[in-house]
């Protein structure tokens, strides 16, 4: 069976003489490994789609669950953020992040949209990575279902907490002299305006995402969180992110603290 859709390659690898074998976010809200034949052979009219993170028009042959790229005509390339290696690598964390929450072949419906603003306000909007990196992380932990409770101090109530600190296990935030609920709990400190900007990502449309200030402090305080809340409620690392981080050498990333482990009553 034939049929027509959108997509976006999360991953490629090289197989065989000259085919590629992709991984492919669909607007039909499926993640399907797609054969492109003779996509590296010179002169390929797959050439161009069948690249990381190229969202293109395609046309899909189906056979018994086998799926081959019969034809594509790209929509957007991203050029600014394939010519720009750090941000490249950027992308590709979003890319293995997305594949990760599209389980089995079923993504959910807002993940190719969420994945393109990004890449678009990478790109065209030419946004901070430091900005776009931890408010595409935790927009997705929110739509994913681990949304992590902002309002109040969860031990006093206080609100907002004050000195607050995210923790990351819990998923809660709380004053940083109100006790840690859980033995060993690791928390992470916030900002008023780091804290202000976390509610904001998790309860605004989408579209807004990005359209948000922060100073370079807060920022930084925001985007360590963020990636260490993602990292223990998923539980695992990502190499594109260790990658990342290896090409992301500006003076945030180096003066980022350590996470601080909060023993009870201490
Ligand atoms: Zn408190």
């Not at 807002?110 to 931890?134: H, R, V």
């Not at 998790?202 to 925001?222: I, N, T």
């Not at 969180?225 to 992110?241: C, D, I, W, Y």
């Amino acid at each position: 069976m034939r049929f027509v859709t959108k997509g976006i390659v999360l991953r490629e690898t090289d197989i065989k003489e000259t085919d590629k074998l992709l991984t492919v976010l669909l607007q039909t809200g499926e993640k399907r490994t797609v054969l492109a034949r003779r996509a590296r052979s010179k002169g390929s009219r797959l050439a161009a789609s069948a690249q990381l993170l190229v969202f293109s028009d395609m046309t899909l042959f189906e056979y018994r669950d086998y799926f081959t790229l019969d034809e594509a005509s790209t929509i957007e390339q991203f050029y600014g953020i394939r010519s720009d290696l750090e941000k490249l690598a950027l992308g590709c964390y979003f890319a293995e992040l997305c594949e990760l929450f599209a389980e089995g072949d079923c993504a959910p419906p807002w993940l190719l949209s969420l994945l393109l603003n990004a890449l678009f306000a990478l790109d065209k909007l030419k946004k901070d990575p430091n900005l776009i990196k931890p408010a595409f992380e935790m927009k997705l932990m929110s739509l994913a279902g681990f949304a992590p409770l902002l309002d109040e101090c969860c031990v006093c109530g206080k609100s907002p907490p004050e000195q607050p600190r995210l923790s990351l296990r819990e998923g809660t935030v709380r004053c940083a002299n109100c006790p840690s609920g859980e033995e060993g709990g690791i928390s992470m400190p916030l900002c008023e305006g780091s804290l202000a900007a976390l509610r904001h990502i998790q309860s605004c449309d989408p579209k807004q995402l990005y359209s948000f200030r922060l100073s370079e402090p807060a920022l930084r305080l925001m985007g360590n969180a963020s990636e260490a809340f993602v990292l223990a409620q998923l539980e695992r690392g990502f190499k594109t992110l260790d990658y990342y981080k290896l090409l992301h050498t500006s003076a945030s990333y180096q003066a980022s603290p350590k996470p601080q482990g909060i023993s009870p009553g201490g």
